[in-house]
């Protein structure tokens, strides 16, 4: 996944513009307009690094003259200790771009190192790891690039990219055979159907009708094998609910194409990166 330095600018934007508002009361009054530092990126704990370039840029935007030595870029694995990069600009850039920088790189890191624990764990099957659309408002195109970064698969990106009828579609329309006859007379030929099902009849029902994906919700690995046998290739099986670090690899075991997890973007734990300024 690439991401478009536009999409970027405008996400560092919004958060410098909630965080500074007009003034930085502490920087503007006591430091020197002229006054030029050095600060480090320092690692303070492992895993997968993610959101350099992004946390860099939060100082370009303040500060035109800002240089930079990067010396661990993103997808490469940072250990506790490590120097990830040097800034040196304005004080007042430093001061002002710490805590955004900081924010995007800890968290987009936190989603890069859960991701890879997640693919590590899968390793050997044919299963990828995919996240979903539970995204925090607004970083979706990051979050969603932090996985990747991870090793892990984009789900859609957005309800454009796909027709996707869950348990609250079909209870809404009244049938899956109906719903899915319904879309097929109106959408175009290049858009595919997921279906979620509970159990092997629905999951019948959603064979019988010819869709691209199937999503195995909730169901046991022993559903999920003999959903996989039934399936015999016709469709992407995707298991989805409950997945953990304890039954990832039981479930890749049972031969889905898919695992989707919306915990690596929904509530992933911060990845611990401090900036200190030389003296």
């Not at 410098?16 to 704990?45: F, G, H, Q, R």
């Not at 995707?238 to 690899?249: K, L």
Request: hydrophobic share 40%; net charge negative.
């Amino acid at each position: 996944m690439r991401l478009m330095q536009f999409q970027i600018d405008d996400i560092i934007k919004t958060a410098l513009n909630e965080d500074i508002n007009y003034i930085d009361v502490t920087t503007d009054y006591l430091v020197d307009d002229s006054a030029v530092a050095t600060a480090k990126y320092v690692a303070k704990d492992s895993g997968i690094l993610c959101g350099i370039d992004i946390a860099l840029r939060v100082f370009t935007l303040l500060d035109d003259t800002a240089s930079f030595e990067v010396f661990i870029r993103d997808g490469e694995e940072v250990k506790k200790g490590d120097i990830i990069a040097k800034i040196t600009c304005h004080t007042r850039a430093l001061l002002k771009g710490e805590r955004t920088a900081l924010n995007l790189i800890q968290h987009l890191s936190g989603i890069a190192t859960e991701t890879n624990r997640c693919v590590r764990l899968v390793e050997g099957t044919k299963a990828s790891v995919a996240d979903t659309r539970k995204t925090l408002p607004g970083l979706r195109v990051l979050q969603k690039y932090a996985v990747t970064v991870g090793g892990g698969k984009n789900h859609r990106y957005n309800l454009s990219d796909c027709a996707m009828l869950k348990d609250t579609h079909l209870d809404a329309y009244g049938s899956m055979t109906g719903a899915v006859n319904a879309l097929r007379e109106k959408m175009g030929h290049t858009v595919k159907i997921e279906v979620e099902v509970a159990d092997l009849d629905e999951l019948r029902e959603a064979l019988d009708l010819g869709v691209e994906i199937i999503m195995l919700d909730n169901m046991s690995c022993e559903e999920m094998s003999k959903a996989v046998q039934l399936t015999a290739g016709r469709a992407k099986l995707e298991a989805s609910g409950n997945v953990t670090h304890d039954t990832i690899r039981a479930i890749a075991e049972t031969g889905v194409d898919i695992i989707s997890m919306g915990a690596l973007t929904h509530s992933v734990k911060a990845f611990d990166i401090s900036m200190k300024i030389d003296k």
